[in-house]
């Protein structure tokens, strides 16, 4: 069965600080692994994806992640965080099975401080 | 990226109505939507698979008589909500995959219900 976790309901970081909000999951056979943001009362925007190749991925609004096959972990970082960076987070995975639905991690809320 | 539309993004209703919530995927064909429920505070729950021109595949304990998918074309499913009561009263999104099969998912801006 397909699981993510997110281990920490919230990350407080002052603006211009770097950081990481964590994730770790399990799935059979390789993953998909996806991040996404969501601000509050709306629908959830795509911030980045690991398909396959360089484990260390790119993303809107200058996030990353990177994909650690040995931690089955896919972290999700940023250098210098923005206010505006403030919302929900949820970090998602599926098998590469054709038809699989996403599962979701119960989210992390960002909170960045001026 | 692609865009999916839902509608409506909030409505009320009284209790013992149905409720019927639109999908779109707008410059996309979709042969497999899907369904999630949203409680406050807390994750997505996955409900249903819907695949076009077939029946949906819903998840466990999620009640298929109560929660009506219907995806008659590439572009449109819809979740109905029948003799809906407070407790369905929730955030529902729906999501749609923008070939190739890699794709991210690609969600509407959820609709709340709201079940008084």
């Known amino acids: 069965a397909q699981s993510v976790a997110q281990p920490e309901d919230q990350v407080n970081v002052a603006e211009g600080n770097p950081l990481t909000v964590k994730c770790t999951y399990s799935?059979?056979?390789?993953?998909?692994l996806f991040w996404y943001v969501q601000y509050p009362n709306r629908g959830l925007q795509f911030l980045l994806k690991y398909i396959t190749g360089d484990n260390l991925v790119k993303g809107s609004y200058g996030f990353e992640a990177e994909f650690n096959k040995s931690q089955t972990s896919f972290h999700l970082k940023k250098p210098s965080a923005l206010v505006s960076d403030s919302a929900l987070y949820f970090c998602?995975?599926?098998?590469?099975?054709?038809?699989?639905?996403?599962?979701f991690g119960k989210g992390t809320t960002l909170s960045v401080s001026s | 990226g692609a865009v999916v539309s839902q509608h409506p993004s909030w409505v009320i209703c009284k209790s013992g109505t149905s409720v019927k919530i639109e999908c779109r995927s707008l410059d996309f064909q979709a042969t497999t939507m899907f369904w999630y429920r949203q409680f406050p505070k807390q994750s997505l729950m996955l409900m249903a698979t819907?695949?076009?021109?077939?029946?949906?595949?819903?998840e466990q304990g999620v009640e298929k008589d109560k929660f009506l998918i219907n995806h008659a074309s590439l572009t449109l499913s819809t979740l109905t909500v029948t003799s809906a009561h407070p407790e369905d009263s929730s955030f529902y999104i729906c999501?749609?995959?923008?070939?190739?099969?890699?794709?991210?998912?690609?969600f509407g801006e959820g609709s709340r219900l709201t079940v008084l």
């Open positions: 799935v059979s056979g390789n993953p998909y």
């Open positions: 819907s695949n076009e021109g077939s029946k949906a595949t819903y």
């Open positions: 998602a995975v599926r098998s590469n099975q054709a038809g699989t639905a996403l599962i």
């Open positions: 999501s749609a995959r923008d070939p190739p099969a890699t794709g991210e998912l690609f």
